[in-house]
């Protein structure tokens, strides 16, 4: 019996067993967790029907059905065992100050899903759930009852959402450019004056470009509030389930669903416009409500230019202690340090970021070239540029690593080869051994994709935002702004999820942030991964 079991022991099957146990609970784990992220997140966008409760108190309850749970029996309580309770969103925020309501099942004496209430998606306070009275334009009846109320408004809220268009292009672009070139004047008047500049035609020439910018600016503004009027020209008389009236102006109204009057393929409809309206709007009501564009494109654009940053400086420096270097008791040393640099916290990284590159050189930039905006700081703060290159010190370890593993297995007979021919050692590394390393270099830049795009800790000190005005890219010269804050599909999670006025309400909202952002990296993982074996088969059939 001992000699079976040191036999066993000794074949390294129980060791494959052990592995692969850990393989397969490593697997089960990962989808057990996006098992949960895709039923919460992709659920959000499902127009959920409405249920009506009546109470033995002859009160009734309007709301989606969240769930139904058994309440513990306690002896302290004077909750009998077994008694269970439902969970309804029941909306209306601003009649009810909450957003979800327990109902004892015990007191629910009917339940029933009727056609005519309306979920109401508002622009401020949430949903509103209840049915229409009346539609008035101004203090005149327009139409009265569920359904002539419902084929009123319909198109008023088409309407009023094309307006929302209008305000936003004209504030956004035609308000923002007149502001942009009004800052523009300002500073350019500062600087002379700065520099003790007397040009009385140029300043002349200068003011009366400002005052013109200032004419249309109030032009504008003009416009901008005869269009603010008309989306309060409609207003809708809506009444919650137990009779209670609200006037809504139309212009506050989002969208308008029937969902218990939907059917399916409707319904499927609605669910993938939910979806896309997440993808490409702003956020709303403290980031918990609207979309995550902003967030999306944000983290993208902080990771191409992370990635831009991070691979020449990674591979130079490995190039350098694999090929260049002689190898002795300092490249071990440097090797010893580069691996323990992986393992330093993140946060770390970002007070690093924040008192080298925000302090250090942005203070230092503003000083020699934006003299004319200070106290306001221009680089001397945090933006999208120090919160790449944060990340890039992050992550460059990662890059040296597998960039050196890349090197290591290009063939010596290439760089022989290469060097019989002819070539220089530079012409060797740039012409042979480089190409040939590529798919090793695109690991390394794919390993670095996966860690910096949900790293949150070094961002929130170097330049990502609740809320940014501005995206980082626009029409105006040089294009890119690398000094403008952005905002962070993670940063958006632990926004949304913790810091929220209303977490309960918001909970959905943070499974659809995670799901986007796992997304996100895999699809620039799969960028990175299809490159690489292109790279992988190009040099493979050359080699051939």
């Known amino acids: 019996m001992a000699t079976r079991i040191k036999k066993f022991l000794g074949s390294g099957t129980l060791f494959v067993w052990f592995c692969g146990t850990a393989v397969a609970a490593s697997v089960l784990l990962v989808s057990g967790v996006l098992l949960l992220i895709m ?33 513990p029996h306690s002896e302290t309580t004077a909750f009998p065992e077994g008694k ?59 139409a009265s009852g569920n359904e002539d109320g419902w084929t009123a408004l319909v198109p008023l809220i088409d309407h009023a959402n094309a307006l929302h268009d209008d305000v936003a292009h004209l504030q956004r672009d035609v308000i923002g450019d007149v502001n942009y070139d009004i800052e523009r004047i300002r500073l350019k008047l500062r600087a002379l004056a700065l520099q003790g500049q007397d040009d ?12 013109a910018l200032e004419r249309r600016y109030q032009e504008h503004v003009d416009v901008l509030r005869t269009l603010s009027d008309r989306l309060n020209e409609y207003s809708v008389v809506l009444i919650e389930t137990n009779g209670r009236e609200l006037s809504l102006p139309v212009g506050h109204i989002v969208n308008a669903l029937r969902p218990n009057a939907m059917g399916l393929f409707e319904k499927i409809g609605t669910y993938f416009i939910n979806f896309w309206s997440v993808l490409s709007q702003e956020p ?92 306001t700081p221009t680089f001397g703060t945090g933006g999208i540029l120090w919160a790449s290159l944060t990340l890039a010190l992050l992550t460059v370890p990662v890059v040296i690593v597998a960039t050196e593993e890349g090197l290591s297995a290009v063939p010596r007979e290439y760089r022989e080869g290469s060097l019989a021919l002819g070539a220089t050692k ?95 990296v895999i699809l620039l993982n799969l960028s990175a991964v299809a490159i690489r074996n292109h790279m992988r088969k190009k040099f493979r059939s050359a080699a051939v």
Not at 104 to 127: F, H, K, Q, Y
Not at 200 to 211: D, F, G, Y
Not at 441 to 452: D, E, P, Q, S
Request: charged share 20%.
């Open 39 to 71: 039923i919460n997140g992709l659920g959000f966008f499902w127009p959920h029907a409405l249920v009506e409760l009546t109470l033995t108190d002859g009160t009734r309850v309007l709301g989606e059905l969240k769930g139904e749970e058994v309440i």
């Open 84 to 142: 269970t309770r439902v969970k309804l969103k029941i909306g209306n925020r601003d009649l009810y100050g909450l957003d979800f309501r327990w109902v004892d099942t015990e007191r629910v004496v009917s339940a029933d899903t009727p056609t005519d209430v309306i979920a109401v998606e508002r622009r401020e306070w949430g949903n509103f759930y209840g049915r229409i009275r009346e539609v008035r334009r101004g203090g005149e009846h327009v």
């Open 200 to 211: 009385p035609v140029r300043i002349a020439v200068l003011e009366a470009s400002l005052q």
């Open 284 to 375: 709303r009501e403290a980031n918990t409500e609207g979309g995550i564009f902003p967030a999306i494109f944000g983290t993208v654009m902080m990771v191409l230019i992370m990635s831009v940053a991070v691979v020449p400086f990674g591979v130079l420096a490995a190039f350098y202690l694999r090929e260049y270097a002689r190898q002795g008791l300092i490249v071990r040393v440097i090797r010893v340090a580069v691996n323990n640099l992986a393992g330093v916290p993140s946060i770390v990284f970002g007070v690093f970021g924040l008192g080298f590159f925000v302090y250090a050189v942005g203070g230092t930039l503003d000083t020699l070239f934006y003299p004319e905006a200070l106290p």
């Open 426 to 520: 530079i012409e060797s590394m740039i012409r042979v051994i480089l190409p040939c390393a590529l798919p090793g270099i695109l690991t390394g830049l794919i390993l670095a994709v996966a860690r910096a795009t949900g790293e949150v800790a070094p961002l929130m000190l170097t330049g990502v935002v609740k809320l940014a005005p501005a995206l980082p890219l626009d029409h105006h010269f040089p294009f890119i702004h690398f000094e403008r804050k952005f905002m962070h599909l993670g940063f958006h999670i632990f926004d949304v999820g913790f810091q929220s006025p209303n977490v309960e309400a918001a909970k959905p909202m943070v499974y659809v942030t995670t799901l986007i952002l796992v997304m996100v």
